[in-house]
């Protein structure tokens, strides 16, 4: 599927939830709200795909696959 894992701050593969880290659980959360989340879609997995591709950088390029998932770069 090409997502994070399910304890990663994009950990949802439905949609663009972002998780909190709790420091004294040490664990990723996803806050209980009513907003609305909007549903991922194939723009999207190939924009982050493409963000990644130009990054200039190493480290850019690994904050981005940390953000999209390293599983991505394999799509």
Not at 44 to 56: F, G
Request: aromatic share 14%; proline share 1%; net charge positive.
């Amino acid at each position: 599927m090409n997502i994070t894992g399910h304890n990663s701050y994009s950990g949802c593969r439905f949609c663009n939830i972002e998780g909190a880290y709790s420091q004294q659980h040490r664990h990723v959360y996803f806050p209980l709200t009513r907003k609305k989340y909007i549903n991922k879609n194939h723009s999207d997995w190939l924009s982050h795909i493409q963000e990644i591709e130009v990054a200039t950088t190493n480290k850019e390029k690994g904050e981005l696959i940390r953000k999209y998932g390293k599983y991505l770069l394999f799509y």
